[in-house]
């Protein structure tokens, strides 16, 4: 028997009073793989992520995590699952070792201190493991940041533009950091990004959103292929301008 996808997500509605942010999303991400959720701004992107993280209700339709009803159980699967956005900060007096600590000791992390130490040389986290969080440049938070999202070694980890603020040399090697990560953990990653260059070299799926629904749903090389582009930034202004005459 294949084992159950690390995500499933059917016929999934959210609905904030009138306005449809969701509306019938149906699709599945496979333990080891990475894909993105692509699409404008106010496509649904954010609100699909809090869902499959159990924070947003769904109006309809279900998730699944790790084969657990993210609405009715989800305290079994969240210790399994992790995310990443630059818009939750971390509270700026604690120092970058302080918040790991706490978040650790939430996650319930055996041998933290051992924990943190392996992820600061990962990251290259050494100078600033006593510094204030509050202190640090944005691409040193998106490193910390980093870090918290991966202390519980998650089998499931959600990320909204997991290399905002970072210069392209760290960008890269943040990435593949991301890679290794999951091909050595089996870890299933969706991320929401706006950066093409993030997510053709990372993803190796795209699922494109315009107004809570699936535009499109295929490898990168594969969508620049359909849409006779030669890059995915020309995909996404096709599928964001309404451009839909497809090659194929
Ligand atoms: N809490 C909320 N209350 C009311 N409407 C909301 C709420 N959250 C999101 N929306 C609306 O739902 C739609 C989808 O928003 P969402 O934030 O999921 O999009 P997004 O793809 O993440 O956008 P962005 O790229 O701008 O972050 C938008 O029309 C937005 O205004």
Redesign the pocket.
């Known amino acids: 028997m294949s084992p159950p996808a690390a995500i499933a997500v059917k016929d999934l509605v959210k609905d904030?009073?009138p306005?449809r942010?969701v509306d019938g999303l149906s699709f599945a991400v496979a333990p080891g793989s990475t894909t993105a959720l692509l699409?404008?701004?106010?496509?649904?992107?954010?609100?699909?992520i809090g869902m499959i993280m159990g924070l947003v209700l769904p109006s309809a339709g279900t998730v699944t995590v790790l084969g657990t009803d993210m609405v009715r159980r989800r305290h079994d699967v969240l210790h399994r699952m992790n995310f990443e956005s630059p818009y939750v900060d971390m509270p700026h007096r604690l120092t970058v070792r302080q918040n790991l600590t706490v978040f650790g000791m939430l996650y319930g992390v055996k041998d933290l201190a051992g924990r943190i130490a392996a992820l600061a040389a990962d990251l290259d986290l050494d100078g600033l493991l006593d510094r204030p969080s509050g202190k640090l440049s944005a691409g040193q938070k998106t490193r910390v940041a980093l870090a918290k999202a991966l202390i519980n070694e998650p089998e499931v980890m959600l990320l909204d533009e997991p290399t905002a603020s970072l210069d392209p040399d760290t960008a890269d090697w943040i990435r593949g950091h991301l890679e290794r990560y999951r091909d050595r953990r089996g870890a299933a990653i969706l991320l929401?990004s706006?950066n093409m260059g993030e997510v053709e070299r990372l993803c190796d799926r795209v699922i494109m959103?315009k107004q809570?629904r699936i535009e499109d749903d295929a490898a990168p090389a594969e969508l620049v292929r359909r849409y006779g582009r030669s890059n995915l930034e020309e995909v996404f202004l096709d599928v964001a301008r309404g451009r839909r005459e497809a090659v194929s």
């Not at 699409?39 to 954010?46: F, H, P, R, Y």
């Open positions: 904030y009073g306005v942010a699409g404008g701004n106010g496509a649904g992107k954010s609100t699909t929401a706006h959103l809570g």
